[in-house]
């Protein structure tokens, strides 16, 4: 906005106060630190219900949508302002389940200012000294907002968003581990920063989640990505999953399989890895996205189905899926179990002699319909149009492609004639897994496609 045009809008609201007070609530944007959505429990986001901008309308969680409703700026003043109104504790009375609404933004008033310990991720009102707090500790859509004692319970635990320009790094280039704490347990996630990372800037974060049987930092051998970070600049987390087996770990993937009594929620803990390594490995929130081989190719596809809103874009090796089987045709996925709030971008990797998880489906009972079948399921997700277009890439691999999907997405496959079970390109051996191609490198081609997408 040009600077007189500024000064008529500003002059033209001047003359419509009438009291000292009708002064301050001009509601001029303050200095933004940060602007996007804040989440809470359940990956819910702080919402403004029914995007209302009258004085006193709920604040309350929401599925995340993307809308302005959810669009909060955090200010360098204390406010957090979003459709132009601020946060406010209802005439800042400080007793345990006073509702926290929307209001006109008055300079100077204390029932609108907000402290974020970032140590304990809450949202702190100085003047109450009360904590934001989602009423019942429910995650349902319309649950209102309060303030409550802080207690260090879920429901009060919440992440701001980022500012994407600069933070400070507290783990050095290299390969090393990094722990995250969830649920009151300390969980060791190896990690890898690139020999270019400038310490105060924000990088992406590729997850990359290991097969059955296997650990972290055995996917971070076997999937070779050490030098693809370095050449591209992003970030790698490689945890382990949540259920011991064999040598290693599988994956609790929902919906598939039954789950031991009391496993972990590998869901919500890859939602707390990226909310640790945000401030810890100074990730940028908006440029996460991940790949996973076999049955992390599994967990990380399920994730995309249940929190869109927290990874940009997927790249499964030899394990693609969208949902469970479906009970009453195994052939097919279960369009039930993967209904995501957004488009999703995909590119996936898949041998077709892979003895593992069939290229044509059957195999385990974890595993059923095709992998065609779940790329189909992802075009329908996406809105992709047409059918998809087939190019030889190389003498043994096709890409298929359905292109021009909702919002720019895309959904990828390179399938592999002569390809096992195994990760295109990388030098590393999986014995008993058949061949492993190098006509391709899954590496280099997933984050080509990555650096299209962003949330």
Known sequence: MKATAWRRRVLAALTLITSPLAALVLALPATAAAAGPITGLAGKCVDIAGANTANGTQVQLWTCNGSGAQQWTVGSDGTIRALGKCLDVDGGINANGTKVHLWDCIAGNTHQQWTYNAAARELVNPETSKCLDATGQSGADGTRLQIWTCNGQT???????????????????????????????????????????????????????????????????????????????????????????????????????????????????????????TTTLCIDPARVYGTGYSGGGRMLSAYACLRPDRIAAIAPVAG????????????????????????????????????????????????????????????????????????????????????????????????????????????????????????????????????????
């Open 155 to 277: 429901n009060q635990k919440w992440t701001l968003p980022s500012d994407s320009s600069t933070c400070t790094r507290t783990v050095g280039a290299g390969e090393s581990t990094v722990q995250v704490t969830f649920n009151g347990t300390r969980y060791p996630v190896a990690v890898y920063v690139p020999s270019t990372a400038q310490p105060p800037v924000r990088l992406p974060l590729v997850l990359n989640l290991h097969g059955t049987s296997s650990t972290g930092s055995g996917q971070l051998w076997y999937s070779n990505m050490k030098p693809a970070a370095d050449a591209g600049r992003f970030l790698v987390a490689a945890p382990s999953g949540a259920i011991p087996n064999g040598s290693g770990y599988a994956w609790n993937v929902p919906g598939v399989g039954t789950s031991p009594v009391g496993a972990r929620d590998d869901v919500a803990f890859l939602g707390a890895i990226i909310d640790a390594l």
């Open 320 to 455: 693609l899926r969208a949902g469970r089987p479906d009970p009453s045709n195994t052939s097919r996925p279960d369009p039930a179990s993967c209904q995501p709030a957004r488009p999703v971008p995909v590119i996936a990797f898949h041998g077709q002699q892979d003895n593992t998880n069939p290229y044509g489906g059957g195999g385990s009972a974890l595993w059923q319909y095709s992998v065609p079948a779940a790329q189909q399921r992802w075009a329908a997700i996406d809105g992709c149009p047409g059918s998809p277009a087939t190019t030889q890439v190389s003498a043994h691999v096709s890409r298929i492609a359905y292109q021009f999907c909702r919002n720019g997405t895309a959904i990828v496959l390179y399938a592999v004639s002569d390809g096992g079970h195994t990760w295109p390109g990388t030098p590393n051996p999986s014995l008993g897994n058949g061949n492993t191609t190098r006509e391709i490198d899954a590496n280099a081609l997933m984050w080509q496609f990555f650096q299209q997408y962003q949330l």
